[in-house]
C-alpha cells in the first residue's frame, strides 16, 4: 500500500531522479515537485510520470524562498527533500520541521549544515528526522566511509575518492561541467577538513595530487577538494587516524587547475584593470563555462573508498568500488543516480522512521550497510575486497 506524501523543492536533474526514485522505490502515495520555473517543474513531474507509467507526481510553480507558501505545501508532506542551493536549505530545514515534515537536501555548504544541526531539538519535539548534505559526495561516500568504518575492529584509516567524469574526455580539461561553474570552483578553492592523527585539520585545495587505479576503469588523478567530508572529520576525530576526501579526473587535470589557482583566478576580490574594476573568478567563469558545458552530457560517476585497520587480529585493508554510467533507458546522467538517489533512498528511510527523530548528519542518520541495501535495489553494484597488508 503506498504510504507516503513528498515535497521536493526544485524541479532540476536531481530533483527528478529523486522523484523517479520516490515514485519506483519510495511507497510514494504522492510526489510534488515544486520550482520557481513553471515549465521546468510540468516538464519534469510529466518526465516521472512517462517512466513510472502512473500519475504519481505533480507540479506547482512555487518560489523557495516563499515562506507562507513552503509552509502550506509542506502541512501535506511527511518528508521535503530540497534540490535547490544550499543557501536556501536553512530556512526550508525551519519551515519543514514547523511544518511537522521530515527534510532532506543535497547541501553544498558545511557551516550551513552546522547550522542545520543545532535545530536537532526543535525537530526531536515535532518527532521528524533532518539530513543534510545527501548526494554523491559529500553524501554516498559518506554512508560508505560508515560502512567500512563499522566493518573493522579497530578501524585506522580511511581515504574516500570520488569523481564525476565525461565518458568522452576531451582535452585539454578532459571535463565536463553538469552542474553549476562556482560549485566547482569552491570545491577547489580554499582548505578542506581532514584528520590527521585523530585530530581535525585543515588542508589546502588542490594539494596531495597522486595516480589512482580504479579496476575496470583505468588510471584517474586524485587531489584534496573541498567539503566532501561534510561534518564527518568532526564526527570521527579521535576515533581515525586519517580521514580524507579526494576528487577524481583524468590525468592532467589537476595541473591545469592548480594553475589557474596559483594565477588568482579563483579570487572573487575585485581588482582594477584599465580602468574597469572585475573579480577574477567573475572573468574566468566567463571564459571557461562555455568551454566545459555540454547540452547531452554522458558521463560516469565513480566512488572509490579505501580503508585500513585491524580486522579479527590482522592488519586489513578494505576496497569498495562503485562504477555507475550514464542510463541509456532512464536518460539520467551517473551523477543524478548518484546524487539524487542516494537523498532519495534517506528520505525514504525517514518516512518509515529508520531514521533517528532530530537533526542528524549522513554518517549519524544511518547506517552503512542499510544505504548499500537500498542501492543495490537500484541496480548499484559495489565491489568489495578485502586484503591483508
Known amino acids: 500500500m503506498l504510504k507516503y506524501n513528498y515535497v521536493i523543492v526544485g524541479a532540476g536533474r536531481q530533483g527528478v531522479a529523486s522523484a523517479y526514485d520516490l515514485a519506483k522505490f519510495g511507497e510514494a502515495k504522492s510526489i510534488l515537485l515544486t520550482d520557481s520555473i513553471k515549465k521546468a517543474a510540468e516538464k519534469a513531474a510529466a518526465n516521472v510520470n512517462g517512466l513510472i507509467g502512473a500519475d504519481v507526481c505533480k507540479s506547482l510553480q512555487a518560489e523557495a524562498s516563499d515562506k507562507e507558501k513552503m509552509l ?31 527534510f532532506v537536501d543535497l547541501g553544498g555548504n558545511t557551516q550551513v549544515v552546522k547550522s542545520q544541526l543545532e535545530l536537532s531539538e526543535l525537530a526531536k519535539v515535532k518527532n521528524v528526522s533532518v539530513v543534510p ?14 560502512y567500512v568504518f563499522n566493518s573493522f575492529d579497530a578501524p585506522e584509516e580511511i581515504v574516500s575518492y570520488v569523481g564525476g567524469l565525461p565518458l568522452n574526455p576531451k582535452p585539454p580539461w578532459n571535463y565536463e561541467l553538469i552542474f553549476n561553474i562556482n560549485g566547482l570552483t569552491n570545491e577547489y578553492y580554499g582548505k578542506a577538513f581532514a584528520i590527521e592523527n585523530y585530530k581535525t585539520v585543515e588542508i589546502p585545495g588542490l594539494s596531495e595530487v597522486e ?6 576503469f583505468g588510471t584517474l588523478e586524485a587531489a584534496v577538494t573541498t567539503g566532501g567530508l561534510s561534518t564527518a572529520p568532526f564526527t570521527y576525530a579521535g576515533k581515525l587516524k586519517t580521514l580524507r576526501y579526494k576528487t577524481l579526473r583524468y590525468p592532467g587535470h589537476w595541473e591545469l587547475f592548480r594553475a589557474y589557482s596559483l594565477l588568482g583566478l579563483f579570487d572573487e576580490e575585485p581588482i582594477e584593470v584599465k580602468g574597469k574594476t572585475i573579480a577574477p573568478r567573475d572573468f574566468y567563469h566567463a571564459l571557461l563555462e562555455p568551454k566545459l558545458k555540454t547540452e547531452n552530457p554522458r558521463d560516469v560517476g565513480i566512488l572509490h573508498i579505501v580503508g585500513s585497520g585491524i580486522k579479527a587480529g590482522k592488519k586489513k585493508r578494505l576496497t569498495i568500488d562503485l562504477v555507475e554510467k550514464f542510463d541509456e533507458g ?14 532519495s533512498i534517506m528520505a525514504h ?41
Open 133 to 146: 548534505d545527501c548526494g554523491m559526495g559529500p553524501g554516498l561516500n559518506i554512508s560508505l566511509i560508515n
Open 72 to 102: 502550506e505545501l509542506f502541512k501535506e508532506a511527511d518528508v521535503v527533500i530540497s534540490a535547490v542551493p544550499y543557501y536556501f536549505n536553512l530556512d526550508l530545514t525551519k519551515w519543514a520541521i514547523q511544518s511537522s515534515a521530515s
Open 211 to 216: 595516480e589512482i587505479q580504479i579496476k575496470n
Open 330 to 343: 532512464l536518460g539520467f546522467t551517473a551523477m543524478q543516480k548518484l546524487t539524487g538517489w542516494h537523498a
Open 349 to 389: 528511510l525517514a518516512a518509515r522512521s529508520v531514521t533517528p527523530k532530530g537533526a542528524f548528519p549522513v554518517e549519524q542518520a544511518a547506517d552503512g550497510a542499510e544505504i548499500i541495501k537500498e542501492a543495490k535495489k537500484r541496480g548499484f553494484e559495489f565491489k568489495e575486497i578485502w586484503e591483508e597488508i
